[in-house]
C-alpha cells in the first residue's frame, strides 16, 4: 500500500453552486472529476493533514464509490480521521450535529439534494466547515481557484474501506470510524422537544403519515418518529433509501409529492402529513385538506417555537431568504424580533447563528432550521410542528387560521420555468436589470411600483458583500415580484418568478393561492416578459 501521485490538468466548469459542486452523475464519474475536486477541497482548506472529517451522503448512485475515493485521497493528504457515516450514509443535518457534536474540521457532504439520482441524474459534493454550516464563498472561490491551477493529485492505494461494520479500522495512518448515522441526531432531537408530549399525542389516536421518498430520512424518521415516539407502524413510507430514489424526484412539494397531497386532501385523511427530500433537510407540511406553503410554516414555527422546550427561553432573532415570502416579518414585528434577509442558500444565515443573532430561519424552498445545526433540517420542522399540536391541541388547519387571523395573510407561490435556453434567460434577466430604475413609481396594471432592485448584501457579522442576489419589484400594498436563476441546475438555466400578495381580509383567507395571484402572475410576466423569452406559456412546476 502506498500513496500514488496522479498527473491530471483543470476541467472546466468545477464551481460550486447555491449549495456545493452538482453535475450529471455522469460527469462526476470521468476519469479525475471527483478527484481533482477532492484535492481542491483540501487545498481550499489549507490542506487535510492532521485533521478529522466527518463524511457520509444521501445514498444516491455513485455515493458508495465517490466515499472510496474521498477516504483515499484523505489518507494520502495525512488526514489523522474520518467519521463515516454507516454505509457511507448521512442526512446532511445529521453531518452538520456530527460536525459540531465532534468538534471535527469539517466534513464532506455527497448529495444533490432534492435532485433525482442514478447514473443519468445528477450527484454532488460540498464541503462543510467545523461550525457545522455550508463553506462560504470565501472558501468556494478558493477551491474554484485551485481546480483551475490543479496538476497533480495524491490518492492512497488501498481496499475499499469496510463501511458497513461499526467501529473503528485504518487506512494507513489514517483512522476511519463508521457510526450509527441516525443515533447522534436522533439524541439531539430528543433534547429540544417535548418527546412525552408527542408520544401522548400519538397515543390518542393523532395519525401521520411521514413520506421519506426513498430517501435518506427514512431510517431517521423511523427510529424517532415509529420507534421512539410510537407513531403507528407504516406511519413513515417510502423508507428505504434507493440510489435512484424508487426512479421519483426527491423533492417535497406538491408535484413530486403528489401520492401524499392525493392521502391528505381525500377522505379519512391522517391528521398530519410530511415529507423531506433526497439528503434530508427539506420538509413539506400538510395537514388533513391543508398544505402549508413553506414561507407560512416558517412564520407560524416562528410564532410558537416557545412551546418547544429548545426555545422556551424566546428566539434571539429569525431571518428568510429574500425571495421567501414576508409572512416572517409580520410576525418578528409584532414579537419585537429582528429579521434578517439573506441571499438565497443556507451559506448565509451561518454567521447570523454563529454570531447568536438569529435563532430560527428559513426558505421558501421548503427549507427551515435553528441553531441546533447549521443546516436546514426536515425532520427537526416535523418534530418542531408535532410538538407545537400536541401542547396546544389544535388541527393545521386551525394553526393557519388563527395565525392569518392574528398576522394576516401573505399569499405565496414560485413559479420555475426549468431547463430554459440559459442565454435566453440571461438575456431577459440583463434587459429586465437595465429596466428597474424606470419601473419604480409607474403603474402596472393597476398596481405602482414602489422599489425595484437588484438584491445584495452586506453581512452584518463579517462585512462581506453578495452581488446579484436577484431582481426585485415591490408593490404599494406589499405585493412583490422577485427573479433569479438558479444556481443549483444542472441544464441549461432555470428560472425562479416569486410572486407574493398580503391581505388583511378574513374574508380572502381560504381563497386559492394561484387565483389569490392572478393579478401579480399577469404583472410578472407583463413586466420581464416571461413567455416570449422562455417560449413557455406555463410555468414546470408552482410551489
Ligand atoms: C435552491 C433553493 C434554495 C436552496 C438551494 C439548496 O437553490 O432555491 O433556497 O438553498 O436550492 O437547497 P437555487 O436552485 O434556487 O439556486
Ligand atoms: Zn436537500
Redesign the pocket.
Known sequence: MSVITVKTAPIEGQKPGTSGLRKKTRVFMQPHYLENFVAAIWDAIGGVAGKTLVLGGDGRYFNDRAAQVILRMAAAGGAAKVIVGQGALLS?PAASNLIRQRATDGGIIMSA??NPGGPDEDFGVKFNMPNGGPAPEEVTNRMVAATQSISEYRIYEAQDADLSTLGTSGMGDMKIEVVDPVADYAALMEKLFDFDAIRTLFQSGFRLRFDAMHAITGPYATAILEDTLGAPKGSVVNATPSPDFGGGHPDPNPIWAKDLMDVMMGDGAPDFGAAS???G??NMIVGRGCYVGASDSLAVLAANARIAPAYAAGLKGVARSMPTSRALDRVAARRGLDCYETPTGWKFFGNLLDDGRITLCGEESAGTGSDHVREKDGLWAVLLWLNILAKTGKSVQEMMNDHWAEFGRNFYSRHDYEAVDAEKANTMMDRLRTRLGDLVGSDVMGATVESADEFAYDDPVDGSRATGQGLRVAFAGGGRIVYRLSGTGTVGATLRVYIEEVSDDPATFTMDTQDALKDMIARADQIAGIREFTGRTAPDVRT
Do not use: F
Open positions: 446532511t439534494s432534492h427530500d433526497g439528503d433537510d427539506r
